[in-house]
């Protein structure tokens, strides 16, 4: 599975940015679909998951602010990320897991919140 992430950029605080993550198969044949982030210095954290049945976890930080989302009939997933914060400030990574051992990572969308 590869997958191709877009949409990170530069905004002021309280802006919105969406993140696209197209992946090169049917996002039902993959169990999970998600976005991480990593800021300078930082561990890697789970930003928000979507399953394939649909289901949704998104991290505390986030929860009012963005959303997660999929197009099956494109076979990708968003994330919009509302009401942006200096903190969220971070390299973005798609995730795909499915069967048992399938792992796949995007490459990584730099977002940068400005104060």
């Known amino acids: 599975v590869q997958l191709q992430a877009s949409g990170g950029g530069l905004v002021q605080a309280g802006g919105s940015l969406r993140l696209s993550c197209a992946a090169s198969?049917?996002?039902?044949?993959?169990?999970?679909m998600g976005w991480f982030r990593q800021a300078p210095g930082k561990q890697r954290e789970l930003v928000a998951v979507i399953s394939s049945a649909g289901s949704m976890n998104l991290a505390r930080s986030v929860k009012d602010r963005f959303i997660i989302s999929r197009d099956s009939t494109k076979n990708t997933v968003y994330l919009q990320m509302n009401s942006l914060k200096p903190e969220d400030t971070a390299v973005y990574y798609c995730r795909a897991r499915w069967s048992t051992t399938g792992l796949s990572w995007g490459q990584g969308t730099l977002v940068t919140v400005s104060s």
């Open positions: 198969v049917s996002i039902f044949s993959i169990d999970d």
